[in-house]
């Protein structure tokens, strides 16, 4: 089993710059979350995907972020355009609700945003 | 709304020491319970979890009882490794949605 698959592991960009976060879920899962960890804010759940429709996306910081899952096997978060401050670790996590509901992360993707 | 509350950080042991990690919570119906682990560098993982009353969750050595009338689920090792040294975070997930509430989480480090 691969577990939950994310790339890059570790982004460095410039200000102003687009930036895609690519995840992986485990085959058969029917939830994604995409999640942001800080040191100050610690971890957020920032929107989830329940059969690839987007149900909750309340914990998106603003219009500059966007998350999309074209199908049960891909998403994506997008931060268009970036800023320092969303320099953090970017986790994917999924799950099959109805089954124990526990999530699997991720290793996580490292952005830095200069 | 759904909430969880851990015991601060950072905690520091010796090996061989008992290790406790408080965790009460709020929640509305019948929670699920869970204890995640990130190491350093790492994504979360999940350490043990319980779905109902007075269940107990446990994995490497790790235990926690779910406690309703208490509204806990506290985290208990009797003997901690230096390899233990992580993130702790205690979570919840009520029956009636997908998301998962986390709490702030504790810094433990063991020292040989």
């Known amino acids: 089993d691969a577990g939950v698959i994310q790339s890059p592991r570790h982004e460095v960009t410039e200000m102003g710059q687009e930036v895609t976060l690519r995840c992986k879920p485990i085959s058969g899962h029917n939830s994604l979350f995409w999640y942001r960890q800080t040191m100050m804010r610690g971890l957020e759940l920032l929107i989830y995907f329940n059969n690839n429709v987007p149900i909750d996306d309340s914990g998106m910081p603003e219009d500059r972020f966007s998350a999309k899952m074209p199908n049960a096997s891909f998403s994506t978060l997008k931060i268009q355009p970036s800023e320092p401050r969303d320099s953090a670790v970017y986790f994917c996590?999924?799950?099959?609700?109805?089954?124990?509901?526990?999530?699997?992360f991720g290793p996580g993707t490292r952005l830095t945003v200069l | 709304g759904d909430s969880v509350t851990q015991m601060e950080g950072p905690v520091t042991l010796s090996e061989e020491a008992f290790l406790t990690i408080n965790c009460t919570y709020t929640?509305?119906?019948?929670?699920?319970l869970f204890w995640y682990v990130q190491y350093p560098g790492e994504g979360l993982q999940l350490l043990l979890k319980?779905?109902?009353?007075?269940d107990k969750g446990s994995n490497k050595g790790f235990e926690a009882t779910y406690r309703k009338e208490t509204t806990s689920f506290h985290l208990e090792k009797g003997s901690v490794q230096v390899s233990d040294s992580a993130v702790y975070f205690c979570a919840l997930t009520s029956s009636n949605d997908y998301k998962l509430s986390f709490g702030a989480g504790t810094t433990v480090t063991v020292r040989a």
């Open positions: 996590a999924s799950s099959y609700i109805g089954r124990g509901n526990e999530q699997f």
């Open positions: 319980a779905t109902k009353a007075d």
């Open positions: 929640a509305t119906g019948y929670p699920s």
